[in-house]
């Protein structure tokens, strides 16, 4: 027996997002597919970045591939806020307050304007 | 790094946090988006304070630089006798900059008072660097 309900697919991919979002499927147990999605965003784009910079010119800087990686996922929180049922307002703002803190950590700590 | 990189950075986290929120907002609308940053009060309000910081600080630095060109360095002196040539627009940038902190942990933590340690923390020490900032470029040494 399945322990999450399994999505229908006839109502296009936004509409499995939106179940998987809502769990619309009847069990007691939601998956918080958006948070988790933009959370890997966030790490695939900084975690990537930063190991790719030390491999290749041995230097890491962080702030800064904090804040593509916030921005980049912001923007990907500003897709999922079109459509109704996908994303909270409270995950979104998180999003933009990550991204704020990111660019502060970035512009008081650079050396160079 | 020196004041006029500092003041600069602080300047530049003003500016992206209006940038950003800006853009969030339009988007929402032309897009008729279900959801809008417009509608989460606890940040909206700290973020939109931001954009009223940016005109005062222009009216403020106008005011620095008026002062550096009337002031005057006495014979045998290498700099002025006070601050307030020095002085550029440093409390409406850090409050510019205090208020996008809040706005951001505001989105983060909502109205919570028990994480405001931090944003006093973090806006205590931003506020100390600038003055030590302001009292470096007096005396002509730098800040460690």
Redesign the interface.
Same mark, same amino acid.
């Given at each position: 027996m399945a322990k999450y309900a399994l999505p229908n697919g006839t109502g296009g991919l936004d509409q499995v997002l939106i179940d998987l979002a809502n769990n619309t499927g009847g069990t007691a147990n939601p998956v918080p597919i958006v948070p988790l999605i933009l959370t890997f965003a966030w790490l695939f784009i900084f975690i990537g970045g930063v190991s790719a910079q030390s491999r290749k010119s041995g230097n890491v800087d962080a702030p800064i591939w904090a804040t593509f990686a916030s921005l980049a996922t912001f923007m990907l929180a500003l897709i999922f806020s079109i459509l109704s049922g996908v994303i909270s307002l409270t995950v979104l703002s998180i999003t933009l307050g990550i991204t704020i803190l990111s660019a502060v950590w970035l512009f008081v700590t650079k050396d160079k304007l | 790094?020196g004041q006029l990189?500092?003041i $600069?950075?602080?300047v /530049?986290?003003v500016l *992206?946090?209006s940038a950003? =929120?800006m853009y +969030?907002i339009s988007?929402?609308s032309e897009?008729? !988006?279900?959801? =809008? /940053?417009a509608?989460?009060d !606890? !940040?909206y309000s700290q973020i939109s304070n931001v954009n009223s910081t940016i005109e005062t600080f222009y009216t403020d630095a106008n005011g620095s630089q008026y002062n550096i060109y009337k002031s005057s360095i006495q014979e045998g002196s290498d700099t002025f006798a006070t601050t307030g040539p020095f002085q550029v627009g440093d409390t409406n940038v850090l409050t510019g900059?205090s208020n +996008?902190?809040r $706005? +951001? *942990? !505001?989105?983060?933590f909502g109205n919570d008072p028990r994480f405001g340690i931090y944003l006093t923390a973090l806006i205590g020490f /931003?506020g100390l660097a600038l003055a030590l900032y302001v009292w470096a470029t007096l005396k002509g040494g730098i800040v460690e």
């Amino acid at each position: 027996m399945a322990k999450y309900a399994l999505p229908n697919g006839t109502g296009g991919l936004d509409q499995v997002l939106i179940d998987l979002a809502n769990n619309t499927g009847g069990t007691a147990n939601p998956v918080p597919i958006v948070p988790l999605i933009l959370t890997f965003a966030w790490l695939f784009i900084f975690i990537g970045g930063v190991s790719a910079q030390s491999r290749k010119s041995g230097n890491v800087d962080a702030p800064i591939w904090a804040t593509f990686a916030s921005l980049a996922t912001f923007m990907l929180a500003l897709i999922f806020s079109i459509l109704s049922g996908v994303i909270s307002l409270t995950v979104l703002s998180i999003t933009l307050g990550i991204t704020i803190l990111s660019a502060v950590w970035l512009f008081v700590t650079k050396d160079k304007l | 790094m020196g004041q006029l990189k500092f003041i $600069g950075g602080l300047v /530049l986290v003003v500016l *992206f946090v209006s940038a950003i =929120s800006m853009y +969030a907002i339009s988007f929402a609308s032309e897009n008729d !988006a279900s959801i =809008s /940053l417009a509608n989460d009060d !606890a !940040a909206y309000s700290q973020i939109s304070n931001v954009n009223s910081t940016i005109e005062t600080f222009y009216t403020d630095a106008n005011g620095s630089q008026y002062n550096i060109y009337k002031s005057s360095i006495q014979e045998g002196s290498d700099t002025f006798a006070t601050t307030g040539p020095f002085q550029v627009g440093d409390t409406n940038v850090l409050t510019g900059t205090s208020n +996008a902190v809040r $706005g +951001a *942990f !505001a989105s983060i933590f909502g109205n919570d008072p028990r994480f405001g340690i931090y944003l006093t923390a973090l806006i205590g020490f /931003l506020g100390l660097a600038l003055a030590l900032y302001v009292w470096a470029t007096l005396k002509g040494g730098i800040v460690e």
